[in-house]
Structures are given as C-alpha cells and as structure tokens.
Nanobody, 123 residues
Framework: QVQLVESGGGSVQTGGSLRLSCAAS????????MGWFRQAPGKEREWVAI????????WYTDSVKGRFTISRDNTKNTMYLQMNDLKPEDTAMYFC????????????????WGQGTQVTVSS
C-alpha cells in the first residue's frame, strides 16, 4: 500500500501558476503509475494527468494540455504537477493517486489516494 500526501494548493488569479507536490511512502516492490485527479463542487472526479513509473511517458486530459506538466522524482518519491495559465474552470480539489496498473488509475479506481489539496482560481 502506498501512502500519498499532497501539498502546494492555494488561491491564484486567472493566468497564474501553482505547483502541486505528492509525496509517496510505503512503496511495494512493483513500480507504480501515478496521476493527478480533480473534483470540482457538484461535478464528478476527473483525471488530469498520469505519468509512467520511469517518467518516460505522460498522458493529459485535453483541457490541460499545453498548460500543465506532470513529472516525478523517484529519488525523492515525489510527483509534481506544474500548472500554468490557470483558469477559473481549473478550480477544484486536486488528488494524487497511484496504482501498478495504468487502466485502474485512468478509470479512477487506483489502489492509493491522497487526501487532496484545494486549488482556487479567481477571475
């Protein structure tokens, strides 16, 4: 079981930037895919970005392509989400998640989840 703790959320104006971090501990012997999800009030949780165990492959939902960058530093057991050109529609609670199976992570059924960090973008 992987334990995940997010940080870095906050309030910014439209066009601003934030960098989220997700610290992981308690790794299993198998490498894990990691990803970011978000949930806005009254909406379903949606995936934002996923990164492969070795950080060679990344996937983004269309609405954040070109603005968000997912990365990870396996020496620090930490994943990041650099968010630039933020828009009010990016306002949500952001969660990090991890699973050894990409598809489980993608569909939101990951084995491990963090508690979330709030991102608020004002116009």
């Amino acid at each position: 079981q992987v334990q995940l703790v997010e940080s870095g959320g906050g309030s910014v104006q439209t066009g601003g930037s934030l960098r989220l971090s997700c610290a992981a501990s308690g790794y299993t012997a198998n490498p894990v895919f990691m990803g970011w999800f978000r949930q806005a009030p009254g909406k379903e949780r949606e995936w934002v970005a996923i990164i492969s165990p070795g950080a060679r492959a990344t996937w983004y939902t269309d609405s954040v392509k070109g603005r968000f960058t997912i990365s990870r530093d396996n020496t620090k057991n930490t994943m990041y989400l650099q968010m630039n050109d933020l828009k009010p529609e990016d306002t949500a609670m952001y969660f990090c998640a991890a699973d050894v199976v990409w598809h489980q992570l993608y569909i939101g059924s990951a084995a491990s989840w963090g508690q979330g960090t709030q991102v608020t973008v004002s116009s």
